[in-house]
């Protein structure tokens, strides 16, 4: 299995991948052991002195002003966390649970926390055995960190609350630890609240849409190229010349793309060959590159919100190399929260713009000479014209989802927290227009293909017929006559998400953007 060493300096993306969707193995470095113990001894040296230190004898965000005994402490940090989990709603998915407990730890192994070496090492623990705290949809509102989300699994750790085993059952978590011979943590001081403020579960969600929209615009590119193909369009408008003289990167990897899966075609340039000639492509297929391209520099820009975040240790108070513990607003998540919403818009533009060429592919009118609604018999048949429907509903529900978070907030915690970012719900939006994108690309490449092999005397590109081949392979069945069209639209959703459309073409051209 492979393993996942965390260190003082952050993390990647991909060690966030490879424990939150491929269950690596974490252990903590010898430098982080080292660093934590440095900072737990400046948190207790603190701790034992008569002066008030906020989240170390302090009460917390409008409580701020008490002092807090020594005989209390202890139990002042076990119920910030009781207190504090307290999210409602359906569960949160397992692969985001874990990001966020595994991105938690990143902060506390940093040294600037003052947590114990003990409690970082049983949290490794937990993610090692598999155990899943049961995390809710809603009780964050992305300032002083995922508070609601991170109580949850801080509980856990406690051996407190409800996780999911690793045979899949939730059941509770004092239970699963004692199985997996995890002694639960007494927390001390400052260690509750620095278990809960972070931005952990808006940026492991953030981290895994990267990954997923990055497979996804290479897959809409490609579809791209085959409604191109299959409304004998030109492929004149993606020549690099063109796209060197505007030269946004995502642009001109898009439209390198579209001609490499073009290349050899026997379907593009047939303008002169029609009783109404054109002269230019609509918008959607001409432009193509230049929308999808815009979405690659729109992820570009969340990439590097994203590895600035994975190298920063969130939490308030922080203990600094100097030795000071200093009160911040580091956990507020604005920085995250806009370019979940900035991703959010540009996925529903990508699936606007993919319907559109969809429904040009299903028009009469509009195709090019291809049957009505791809149908066998039309008249008899309806073809994909609900199919359609489909996509759309879809692309109006991206639409709304478009809309941000992070220009709301609410006030809490009596004013003192008079300003949120309402990160995680743009994280949880987000998600949704991931998998619905996928659904309206895999709609597309259904029309697309369908309508390729309806151009019958005439030969694709052999990138072209390689995707077809393989999607017919994969269950996404071909032109006839009608018959229940769900199962078809589900096959092409899921050979979109399992890379299959990519990989298939990727065989022949070579390597995508």
């Not at 978070?405 to 991931?434: C, F, N, Y």
Request: charged share 20%; aromatic share 4%; hydrophobic share 45%.
């Amino acid at each position: 299995m492979h393993t996942v060493v965390v260190g003082t300096s952050g993390t990647t993306a991909e060690d966030v991948i490879a424990v939150a969707r491929g269950n690596a193995r974490v252990e903590l470095s010898a430098e982080a052991v080292a660093a934590l113990g440095r900072a737990r001894e400046i948190v207790e040296a603190l701790a034992a002195k008569p002066e008030p230190v906020y989240g170390v004898s302090t009460g917390f965000g409008a409580l701020a002003s008490r002092h807090i005994s020594p005989e209390l402490r202890a139990q002042l940090q076990r119920n910030i966390v009781r207190s504090h989990a307290a999210g409602m709603g359906p569960r949160v998915e397992r692969e985001v649970v874990r990001a966020l407990m595994f991105l938690r730890l990143k902060t506390v192994a940093s040294g600037h926390t003052g947590v114990r070496p003990s409690v970082a090492q049983t949290m490794a623990d937990v993610l090692n055995a598999g155990i899943t705290p049961v995390v809710h949809e809603y009780g964050s509102l992305g300032c002083s960190g995922d508070l609601a989300p991170l109580s949850h699994c801080a509980l856990a750790l406690m051996g407190e609350g409800d996780a999911e085993g690793p045979d899949g059952t939730v059941r509770p978590a004092g239970e699963l630890l004692a199985e997996a011979g995890i002694a639960p943590v007494e927390l001390r001081e400052k260690e509750g609240l620095a278990l809960l403020n972070g931005t952990d579960g808006m940026l492991g969600m953030l981290i895994m849409a990267l990954a997923d929209l990055g497979k996804l615009y290479t897959a809409a590119d490609i579809t791209a190229a085959l409604t191109l193909e299959a409304l004998l369009g030109t492929e004149k408008v993606l020549q690099p010349e063109l796209h060197a003289i505007r030269p946004h990167p995502g642009q001109g990897a898009s439209a390198a793309n579209m001609a490499a899966v073009l290349e050899g075609s026997g379907l593009t340039g047939h303008f002169q060959e029609e009783s109404a000639p054109r002269v230019q492509d609509a918008y959607s297929v001409r432009c193509a590159p230049q929308v999808a391209g815009a979405g690659r520099d729109t992820m570009a820009h969340a990439a590097l919100v994203a590895s600035r975040e994975l190298a920063a240790a969130v939490d308030n108070p922080v203990v600094l190399p100097d030795g000071r513990v200093e009160s911040n607003g580091n956990f507020h998540g604005a920085p995250v929260a806009y370019v979940l919403d900035f991703l959010a818009i540009a996925a529903a533009d990508l699936g606007s713009i993919a319907e559109r060429r969809t429904d040009r592919l299903l028009d009469k009118n509009r195709s090019h000479g291809l049957p009505p609604f791809l149908a066998d018999d039309a008249g008899v048949d309806s073809g994909l014209m609900i199919a359609q429907y489909t996509q759309a509903a879809l692309v109006s529900e991206m639409k709304r989802l478009a809309v941000p978070a992070s220009a709301d907030s609410i006030p809490s915690s009596a004013m003192q927290e008079d300003h949120v970012s309402m990160g995680w719900s743009a994280a949880r939006k987000l998600r949704t227009a991931v998998d619905n994108l996928n659904r309206i690309i895999a709609i597309e490449m259904y029309a697309a293909t369908r309508a390729i092999e309806l151009r019958h005397g005439l030969t694709a590109a052999p990138a072209s017929r390689a995707a077809i081949a393989a999607a017919r392979a994969a269950g996404v069945e071909g032109p006839g006559p009608d018959r229940f069209l769900a199962p078809d639209l589900a096959a092409a959703d899921a050979f979109i998400r399992s890379g299959g459309l990519v990989d298939a073409v990727e065989a022949v051209t070579g390597p995508l953007a």
